[in-house]
């Protein structure tokens, strides 16, 4: 039984239906946005800008396709069907006749629906993993930067050690599958997700420290939530099983986390010792404020700007990391359907079916291109600020 096809205009068509969902949320948020920009800070003045506008919108793009990726997708994306093998786009899956809209891979998956679950993988591990590496390197670079001295000594000698350690070969080291067979992954991972727990918990204990009443609350909350998530990720040992990652995410997360805490770690630094100098400074020192208060409440608050766009380029530089390690294969398994492995496993057949790499190439070109569209919108928005 031979493979029938469509049109190239019938494929067009079959993509923009299929991301139905996704055009409905984009409709809906870009809606409210313009409608209450003006109540939303920092995230309405974005939409001032046609950089902005495009940024947040590509950005949100990815984030609607991987909430609703099973609702786009086809089919499920490590499914195989023989006849399917590196079939052209357009082609009609005989058995059930559904399209596969961007053709098939050397193992006879759709390739539209591994690119719409591959954003699922990027999106919940570089933006979580640039998170954590903001805990780590705001509640390090605060003391550095605020205290100076022995402290800040010490502190930014480990920094420099780590940037001095070539990147490729840090990483190289950090996600080999022989490095989960050591406690390294777990030991760092049981350290680095410490931070955010030890953060939040002093954030709230010099807010409300004179307020028992909401003290007990916040601190009770941040310690309950934390050390469930922390049992989860660290030592797969959620009782309820709702928070777990696999082994070979936990690996990228901790690697991601590690070569990137210390570049966040020196721009915190630098920025607090800039801030510390300022008045309101000053008067919260005659205040009588603790030095964690006004690292926490008077400095970091005035630090956001530069840090919200360095997140952003954050998140994109590890969308690029993720794609590099999954192109050579390592971190995460091989059948995923992550946009670096979809790469690395249609380039091994350019030369004779090339379909298979442009739609997770482009993906991660778009998903990187708004993320620096946004962070050039905040940047230019923080300097007016």
Request: proline share 6%.
């Amino acid at each position: 039984m031979g493979i029938e096809y469509i049109g190239a205009f019938q494929v067009v068509l079959g993509v923009i239906a299929r991301f139905w969902p996704v055009w409905l949320g984009l409709a809906i948020m870009l809606t409210l946005s313009f409608t209450f920009k003006k109540k939303l800070g920092l995230y309405g003045q974005l939409f001032d800008s046609g950089v902005g506008i495009a940024g947040v919108a590509i950005c949100f793009f990815w984030l609607f396709t991987a909430i609703f990726a099973s609702t786009i997708a086809p089919f499920d994306p490590l499914g195989q069907v023989a006849i399917m093998k590196d079939a052209l786009p357009g082609a009609i899956e005989p058995a059930s006749h559904k399209i596969y809209l961007f053709g098939g891979d050397k193992l006879a998956r759709d390739v539209f629906s591994r690119m719409v679950f591959g954003s699922q993988i990027v999106l919940i591990i570089a933006p979580a993993a640039t998170a954590f590496a903001l805990m780590v390197g705001i509640t390090l670079g605060l003391p550095a930067g605020y205290y100076g001295g022995r402290i800040d000594s010490v502190l930014s000698f480990l920094a420099n050690l780590v940037l001095a350690f070539p990147v490729i070969l840090l990483f190289y080291l950090l996600v080999t599958p022989g490095i989960m067979d050591t406690p390294i992954p777990y030991g760092l991972a049981g350290l680095f997700f410490l931070f955010p727990i030890i953060f939040f918990a002093t954030l709230f204990w010099t807010r409300f420290k004179d307020r028992p009443d909401k003290l007990y609350l916040t601190l009770g909350l941040t310690l309950v939530l934390g050390f469930w998530v922390y049992a989860g990720l660290v030592f797969n040992a959620d009782p309820l099983g709702i928070v777990s990652i696999e082994p070979n995410q936990l690996n990228i997360f901790v690697a991601v986390v590690f070569a990137s805490s210390p570049g966040v770690f020196r721009i915190v630094r630098g920025l607090v010792m800039d801030i510390k100098t300022r008045d309101y400074v000053a008067a919260a020192q005659t205040r009588g404020e603790s030095p964690w208060y006004i690292m926490l409440w008077e400095i970091l608050p005035n630090a956001r700007g530069p840090l919200i766009v360095d997140a952003c380029l954050r998140i994109g530089y590890t969308t690029i990391l993720l794609g590099t390690l999954g192109y050579f294969g390592l971190g995460l398994a091989p059948e995923s359907p992550d946009w670096g492995t979809a790469i690395k496993d249609a380039s091994r057949l350019l030369r004779s079916f090339i379909h298979p790499a442009l739609p997770p190439t482009i993906a991660l070109m778009s998903f990187v291109l708004g993320l620096n569209l946004l962070a050039d919108a905040l940047r230019e928005q923080s300097m007016k600020d």
